[in-house]
Each structure stands twice: as structure tokens, then as C-alpha cells.
């Protein structure tokens, strides 16, 4: 059976995935789109469609995001419409790699190569420090994280140093800080590059990439990170759609799943400590980079059940976290429930 | 129904951008409202 020209059981599986990418979303902040590019190329999709719709997917996904930054006041649009500039020439060297690694058949290895060394290196980053901080706070990555202080010792000494640079021409950004604009061209067009590469936001390097080598508060990195993806997100989903790269029928379910599913993470922010599913999510990302692993094998060695076991794995990855984010939200709630039960009035 | 592969892929590819946009704004509207219909009901079942 089919709807909109697409078989019932796929759009479950978009929407349930999309759920599941937003819960990701909206608890960490970050991250979850990562995940949709490579499932799509587990499923075998051309690279092309599988990179375009992601975008589209991040780009669907940010403007829900941004609405709810605006209205908290952190979005710094100069700021933003400087990013956009270099954002979008990386953007398209980005998309014309793509095509021309696809002009000689290697876009797909590619690409799955890179995704398998940083969702690797991401994912034993995170892991790594997760388990060294046990539990101690960090508030990397966490959508609560933007209203905490910052704590000067947190900053590292390079990006100290990378700071104390001051090339001008300097410019005022929010809060009163002044920024050098090659610094803010640079660090745009470099996570650029690898947005249209990737077909991801390019949130998860833009983001801390913001807040070390330029010194913007975390703030207004996360609401001027949003508000800029919308423009990349857009403008490579426009370059994309040109080339017949946009699957719509791939977009809808998942924004309509993760829409819900990113309300759902958000509120959980609020009830669950990230330091307890930290640890997952490191391992979701290293579950994902070694299912793109094998896909790629699968694909070298012509092994069609490598394929299968990539596609799986990567499935059961967001299942495990997303599950883990929901599950901890439910115990908290029924704990608090019992322990106001149980106190006298 | 409007056929959209008649026009240049460039109009195709806004209207796919455009698409994405509208579904985007549609789904904050409405699961907005939802969750201001849910959230008292929710809290109603926790402090049952």
C-alpha cells in the first residue's frame, strides 16, 4: 500500500526515525541530523539524493529550532548574516566536490569514509569524555548548556591564544564583544565545506568552533548556529534541488517525526541528567560510524548482508539513545511523582 | 495539481525549498498547540 507515491511501511520507518533523530536533537542539541545522511546511504540511496535530503531534512529541522531561539532573544543576525556569506562559499565548493567525486565514482566511498572518521572521533571524543568526567557536569552539547556561565579555566589555551589574534578589521558582536572578521569568514566557510560535503548543518563543529576560536558567548553560538543554518540548510537544498538531489517524499515523514520528537527531547532536557545518557550518545555516534563501515565494506566486497547489518545497526544505535532519553524521562517523572505522593502536605 | 518538472529547475528547486518551509512552520504551529493542550492534562496525570 502506498501513500504519496512512497509504501507505507517506508514512511513508518521515516517517521519513527525522524522521532527518534529529533529526541537526539532536541536533548543534546546537537548531533542528531548526523545520523540521517549515512542511513540513507545504507539504504541505497545515490549519494546525491542521500546528501540533498539531508540538508533539506537539517534545514526543515533548524527552522523549527530557530523560532524557539528567537523568541528567547539569542540570535545575533549580524553576526549571522556574516556566517551566511562565508557558510555559503563553502557550501557550493562543497556540493561541486560532491559532484565531481560522483562524475568519477567515488562520491559514495568518499564521503562514507569521511563519515566514518568523524562520527568515529566524535563518538570516542564523547565516550571518552563522558566516562573520565563520570558524572561531573559538562555542559557541551546540552540545550540547557546556553544559559550556564562560562568558565574561563574551561577554555583551552590554544583557543585562548587563537583569540588573543586581533586582525582586523574587528567588529562588535552580542554582548559587546569584539570579534576579527577573518576569524568569523574563516571559521563560516570552513564548516561550510564541509556541510555541503556532508549534507549535515555542521552544527556539531560550527557551534564549538564559535564559542573557542571566536569567543562568542554559548548563548548566542547556539541561537546565531541555528539561525545560520536555516540560510546554509536552504541554500544547499536549493543547490541540491537543482540537481534533482531533494527527495520530498524522503523530507516530509522525517520532519514530521523529528518536529515532534525534538519537543519531546527539549522537555526532557529539563527532567533527565545529560551526564547519565552522555555515555550512549558517544556510542550511538561510534555505532554509526561502524555501520557506514560496513556499508562501505559491503559495498567493496559486493556482500549484500553487510549492507543489512549496517542499516540495522545504525537503526538500533538512535533506537538505543532516543529510547534511553525517554525511558530515564518517564522513571524521573514517576520518582517524583511517588517521592510528592509520599510526603505529607 | 500543479505539474512542476514543466518549469526550469530552478522554480522546481524553490518550490521544493519553499515546501520544506511551509511543512516546517506548519509542524511548530501545530505541535505548538498540542503541547499547550497536553502539558495541563500531563500535569493533571502527575499530580493525580
Known amino acids: 500500500m502506498e501513500l504519496f507515491g512512497i509504501a507505507l511501511t517506508t514512511l513508518a520507518l521515516f517517521v519513527s526515525f525522524g522521532f527518534m533523530v529529533g529526541v537526539l536533537f532536541g536533548f543534546f542539541g546537537m548531533g542528531g541530523s548526523f545520523l540521517v545522511t549515512p542511513a540513507l546511504l545504507v539504504m541505497g540511496y545515490p549519494a546525491r539524493v542521500a546528501v540533498g535530503s539531508g540538508m533539506a531534512f537539517v534545514f526543515g529541522t533548524a527552522v523549527i529550532a530557530t523560532l524557539k531561539h528567537h523568541d528567547l532573544g539569542q540570535v545575533d543576525y549580524k553576526l549571522g548574516g556574516l556566517m551566511i556569506v562565508g557558510t555559503s562559499v563553502g557550501i557550493e565548493l562543497g556540493r561541486i566536490g560532491v559532484f565531481y567525486l560522483e562524475d568519477l565514482g567515488l562520491a559514495s566511498g568518499v564521503i562514507g569514509v569521511t563519515y566514518v572518521v568523524l562520527l568515529g572521533g566524535i563518538g570516542l571524543f564523547v565516550t571518552r569524555n563522558a566516562l573520565t568526567n563520570d558524572g561531573e557536569d559538562d555542559s557541551g552539547g546540552h540545550h540547557d548548556g546556553a544559559d550556564d556561565e562560562i568558565d574561563p579555566d574551561a577554555i583551552p589555551d590554544i583557543a585562548k591564544k587563537i583569540q588573543s589574534y586581533r586582525v582586523p578589521p574587528m567588529m562588535t558582536i552580542a554582548g559587546g564583544i569584539q570579534v576579527s572578521l577573518w576569524m568569523v569568514l574563516g571559521v563560516a566557510f570552513a564548516t561550510g565545506l564541509l556541510s555541503g560535503f556532508l549534507g549535515v548543518g555542521g552544527g556539531f563543529i560550527r557551534m564549538p568552533a564559535m564559542f573557542y576560536l571566536i569567543g562568542v558567548p554559548v548563548p548566542v553560538a547556539v541561537g546565531t548556529d541555528l539561525f545560520e543554518i536555516v540560510f546554509s540548510g536552504g541554500i544547499g537544498s536549493f543547490l541540491y534541488g537543482m540537481e534533482g538531489g531533494v527527495d520530498l517524499s524522503i523530507v516530509a515523514p522525517l520532519l514530521a517525526g523529528s518536529a515532534l ?5 527539549s ?62 524521562t518517564i522513571a524521573t517523572v514517576r520518582e517524583r511523582s511517588n517521592v510528592s505522593a509520599a510526603s505529607p502536605d | 495539481m500543479i505539474d512542476l518538472a514543466a518549469y526550469s529547475p530552478a522554480v522546481q528547486a524553490g518550490a521544493l525549498v519553499g515546501a520544506v518551509l511551509l511543512e516546517a512552520i506548519v509542524l ?3 505541535y505548538g498547540a498540542l503541547e499547550r493542550v497536553a502539558t495541563p492534562v500531563v500535569e493533571r496525570i502527575k499530580h493525580a
Open chain 1, 261 to 265: 520528537g525534538a519537543r519531546i527531547g
Open chain 2, 28 to 30: 511548530y504551529v501545530g
Open chain 1, 267 to 328: 522537555a526532557a532536557t529539563g527532567i533527565v541528567d545529560e551526564s547519565d545518557i552522555k555515555v550512549y550518545f558517544g556510542l550511538m555516534l561510534l555505532g554509526g560510524s561502524v555501520a557506514v563501515a560496513f556499508q562501505q565494506a559491503g559495498d567493496y566486497f559486493a556482500i549484500e548482508v553487510l549492507n543489512t547489518v549496517g542499516f540495522v545497526l545504525i537503526l538500533l544505535s538512535a533506537f538505543m539513545v532516543s529510547g534511553a532519553v525517554i525511558y530515564s
